[in-house]
């Protein structure tokens, strides 16, 4: 399998060029903290455990995350392209997915954004509840207010972003986030991609590295 990783910020864009890439060009797109989400919301024994670590800002602890790739993944045809936002996020996560018989990581690329784009862009993020497309009150908004523009379905605001939970989840990938990108760059994979740029150009360089 081929696979791309995006590494970076929450808030750094990785989920909104996954998904335009996902619909545009038919990779597989595993958002980790979409699947959290669903898991939640299906009050399943992952998000029953994912929710309180999520509310406060904290990862979910390695060995649940890995056991819930290694099951997304396993059905997967060996020829398929695939793009992980979210996953890894610690180095055993990126030690985990390389001890995967069947999957290859090509590439992480790194959105890379300075941190006081961050706040605002995450204080205004909206989702659609029903399809999970992203938007933001002010950089992205949708034409009619608080409705999705592609399924109708009502936007919010997701929990964690918050601004009391989203200088902790900030906090957390400060200290996940160097040796991460270590470990791809020892392995000559690491990409940088300048993310405080328009959704446009971002998209145009994602596609002449992917
Ligand atoms: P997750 O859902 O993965 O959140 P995140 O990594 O914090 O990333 P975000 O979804 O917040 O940001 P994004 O980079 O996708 O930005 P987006 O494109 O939406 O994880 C949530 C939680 O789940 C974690 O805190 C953790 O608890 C748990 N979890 C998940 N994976 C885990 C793992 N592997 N291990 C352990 N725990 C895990 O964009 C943000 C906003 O900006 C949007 O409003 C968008 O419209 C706007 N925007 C995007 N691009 C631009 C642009 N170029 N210009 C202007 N605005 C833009």
Redo the contacts with the bound molecule.
Sequence with gaps: MDLSVFL?A????????AKRLAQTYGFHHF????M?RSAIVGNTPVGIS?KK??DN????P?EV?IRLIEGALSPLKPSSKILL??????VP?AEALDKQAHTQVRQAIF?QIPESVLIS??T???TCQKCGE???VL??PPQKENVCDRCGGPLIQRS?DKEEVVGR?LQVFNQQNAALLDYYRAKNKLSQCD?N???DA?YQKLLEWL
């Design positions: 970076g929450p808030g750094s864009g990785k989920g909104t060029q958002s980790t903290g979409d959290l994912a670590f999520m800002g904290e990862l979910v390695d995350m936002d979210g996953f890894p996020r610690t996560q959105f862009r995450l205004g993020r909206r992203p938007y933001h950089f992205l964690d989840r993310a740029q328009s959704v971002i």
